[in-house]
């Protein structure tokens, strides 16, 4: 700890995971995060745990349901095709109050589309994704440092909630090298023990893990006690930057790699005099309130840049409602902002504001 | 008295939960519970014991046994049980399923779980129908079998052959018991108990991955009396589906 080492995205996350006390990692490859699974099978043999590469998606995430219903702490990582193969599996992890950690290194979709970086998952990660009311804590990173930083806090919110937890990022963060430090080292043994997981029913009653009810009563209790759970994390889990929203008047509103260059294009803006600043929602769901609530009263306009069609920007709007014009510009193909594009848009929108 | 005419011979085994049956009159799944029941307190593994439970008739697997369970979805139980075993490979486990839910929709994960050769154990309930959801075809109907969904009789042309999972898990190298069993008369019911020890004990001594598939009654669905659904399944099922071990069998 506190040594900083040069990573790949995918392979500091998979350090991330195996510090933050994960010893079991089930997936299957797709493009663009390989590096996650490769890295998992070499080192998780060295701390005593388990790498298994599933059939598919569909297996993977079921085995991982198994796993987290042994009480341990696993995942998996994906990319959007396979994310999607995996929402049945995460849906049923929700109904049985089980955690575990999904990553999803995004490319751009539908179909099979692309192996370039998108955001094009945006609205299946935080809207449910599967079947059923439900939604998952979905951390977005910016940085390989952040991604790191987040795979802890991942584990820990999916233990919290007993619900699965999704990290969103693009595959750019995946691709990328940076140099990282680690801060944390959890010991898995040393974790409050799960006297829900099952195992074997030795010295107390059986353990049942379900999500089936039959009773439309008793499944509507349940849901409302699962609703209780997301309530508990709207209010405690939600995770944000401000930077340079001094007197901002144009407000860019991104997150992950788009947040990244958008820092850029606002400090080439502010030193042209412009008053732009942004708000970098860290969790995507629950979608942060507070900073759009400070930076209302002194906007003039809003400017969401997604590397999709537009999705990010229904949450944005809900935050906004009609208080402020709100512009958007979208990547849907697997193309990235510069930051030269993103500051003649912010001059554009000073012109016109 | 003398204590020997009073020793009991017959009692409920205590991995089974004392609770009213929700299985149709006729049905094989009592029995095959109360074997697996038997065997799990024979080996003296009922507080290492987890079942998976499927999607089916048998989905509310964990109200009869006085096991940890887990309930899985679809045809997932074995990628479901590898979680568990590979977390706890202490725990002996245990997946219960019908045909739709192994031979359909999870026909990926019994055969790669069958030829990872996981220590894990699988009871496969084969009645050639989709029992729960009222009886329709199976991967596993018989051809010419009428269901809700073949009334004019499964016909090749139309819908193919069945899938005979026993002999197809055999070609894989990581099973280390594989058996077709029925539970028809008290001489199949004891070569079936036996059968499903063996398929539990493999797991436990880490040779590999036990499976036994039991011919089973559906007289709801079939619309047949439980007695005519027994004389049917024997002489239909059997000459498709024929009995036997075809892993790690007593020579």
Known sequence: MGERILMKGAEACAEGAIKAGCRFFFGYPITPQNEVAGYMSRRLPEVGGVYLQGESEVASINMVLGAAAAGVRAMTSSSSPGISLMQEGISYMVGCQLPAVIVNFMRGGPGLGGIGPAQSDYLQATKGGGHGDYNLVVLAPSTIQELVDLMKEAFDIADRYRNPVMVLADGIIAQMMEAVEFKYEVDPAALPPKPWAVGGAKGRPKNVIKSLDLVPENLEKYNWMLQEKFKQARANEARYEEYMMEEAEIVLVCFGTVARVAKKSIEEARKQGVKAGLIRPITLWPFPEEPFLKAIPKSKKFLVLEMNAGQMIEDVKLQVCHARPIEFKGKPGGTVFTPSEILELILSLEENK | ?251
């Open chain 2, 1 to 251: 008295m003398n204590e020997i005419l009073y020793k009991p011979l017959y009692l409920r085994p205590k991995s089974l939960a004392r609770v009213p049956t929700h299985y149709c009159p006729g049905c094989h799944h009592g029995i095959v519970h109360r074997l697996l029941a038997e065997v799990i307190d024979e080996l003296g593994i009922q507080e290492k014991t987890v079942i998976m439970a499927p999607v089916g008739c048998s989905v509310l697997i964990y109200n009869y046994f006085e096991v940890d369970s887990v309930e899985c979805a679809h045809g997932r139980a074995p990628a479901v049980a590898t979680g568990i075993k590979r977390a706890r490979p202490d725990s002996v486990v245990i997946t219960y399923q019908g045909d739709g839910d192994l031979a359909a929709i999870g026909t990926a994960e019994i055969v790669h779980a069958a030829t990872r050769g996981e220590r894990i154990t699988t009871i496969f309930i084969n009645n050639t129908n989709f029992g729960m959801t009222g009886g329709q075809m199976a991967p596993t109907t018989l051809i010419g079998q009428k269901t809700e969904t073949t009334p004019y009789g499964r016909s090749p042309e139309r819908n193919g052959y069945p899938i005979r999972v026993a002999e197809m898990l055999a070609t894989l190298n990581g099973p280390a018991y594989i058996a077709r069993v029925a539970v028809y008369n008290p001489t199949q019911v004891m070569r079936a108990r036996n059968s499903v020890k063996k398929a539990i004990q493999v797991q436990v001594e880490g040779k590999g991955f036990g499976f036994v598939e039991v011919l089973s009654t559906c007289p709801t669905n079939w619309g047949l009396k439980p007695t005519e659904a027994i004389k049917w399944l024997e002489e239909n099922m059997i000459p498709v589906y024929p009995l036997g071990e075809f892993v790690g069998g007593s020579k």
